[in-house]
C-alpha cells in the first residue's frame, strides 16, 4: 500500500467530478457531505473553505493504492477502515471527507478528497506530508500484512504524473550519476546539466550543512523524501565510498596491466628468437639422385607351338648350320 498525493488544489469543482464521475466510480464513505449529487457535493465543500478565504490552496486530495496481490482480501469495508486510519496518523481529522473508489486499473485505489479547512475554520498543515505519507503507509503495509513492493525499479513510470512522476525522474538520474562523480559539488554540477537544481540546508549561523533537496520545475523535495538513501549524509557516504573502491581498485589494475604488457613482450621476443634462429641455419641442398632408367617392355614370349607335323630333324639341322657359320665367320 502507498499513499499518492499530488500538488493541493485550488478547485473543488474540478477533483471531486473527477473523483465522482469516473466511469465505476463507486462512493464509499462521506463525512460532512452530501453525495447525492456532484453538485451538491462541491456546495458543500466550498461552503466550508469559505471560513478561510485567504487561503488559496484548500483542495486536499490522496490516493491511495495497493498491489494487485492484495486485491482478493480487499473489501469495501476494509478500504475504508484503513483509509481513516491512514488520515488519523497523517494528522488530517475534524473535517470534510469524501471517498471514492475507482477500478479503471488492475491495482486496488482510493481516492481521498479532504478540505483543508477543517470544522472549526482551521488550516490543516500539509507541510512534510510527503515524508509522512511514506512512514504511514509502510507502518499499515506491515501491520495488514500487505505486498510490499521491492524497492523503486517496480514501480510504472509511465502511469505516474504530476509530483510523483518528477520525484522518480530526480531519483533516477541522481541514481545514474552518483557513481561517476568524485564530489558532492561535482553531483550537483552533474544535476544542473539535466535541470534538477541541489540545494543546502545549512546550520544555523554556521556553514555546516545539515540537509539537502532537489527541484525540478515547480516542485521541490528533500533528499529523504525523493528516497532514504538520498540524505545529504548517506549521499556523501556512498560517495566517498566509491571513490576509496576506485582508488583500491587501481593498483589491481595496474598491476593487471603491466602483466598483460610484460605478456605482449615476452610474445614479441619469443618470435624474434625464433625468426633469429630459422635465418642462421645453413641452407641444405637437396641432391635428388636420379638413375637412369630403363624401360622394359614386358613382352610376353612367343609360343613354339609344336605340333605333330613339324619335323623335329630339320629343326635340330639348322641350328647346327647356324653355329657352323658362325665359327668360319669367327676365323
Known sequence: MMGKIPKSGKSFKGCVEYCMLKEGAVVLDADGLRIGEVAHTIADFNMQRKMRPGLGQAVGHIALNWSPEDAPKLTNDLMVSIAKEYLKKMKISGTQVLMVRHHDTNHPHLHLVYNRVDNEGKTISDSSQRWNNVKVSKALTLKYSFHMAKGKDRVNRQRLKGADKVKYQIYDQIKAILPTVKSVDELQKQLGKQGISMLYKYKSGTVEVQGVSFGKGEYQFKGSEVDRSLSYGKISKTITDNVREKQKQ??????????????????????????????????????????????????????????????????????????????????
Not at 262 to 288: A, G, K
Not at 304 to 314: K, L, N, P
Open 250 to 331: 587501481q593498483p589491481k589494475e595496474r598491476i593487471a596491466q603491466l602483466k598483460s604488457l610484460v605478456d605482449q613482450l615476452r610474445e614479441v621476443i619469443q618470435q624474434s628468437e625464433h625468426e633469429t634462429h630459422y635465418l642462421n641455419q645453413e641452407p641444405q641442398t637437396q641432391y635428388l639422385q636420379h638413375e637412369p632408367q630403363t624401360k622394359y617392355l614386358d613382352t610376353p614370349n612367343p609360343k613354339i607351338d609344336i605340333s605333330d607335323d613339324v619335323d623335329d630333324e630339320a629343326i635340330y639341322g639348322r641350328n647346327r648350320q647356324r653355329k657352323g657359320q658362325a665359327r668360319t665367320n669367327t676365323r
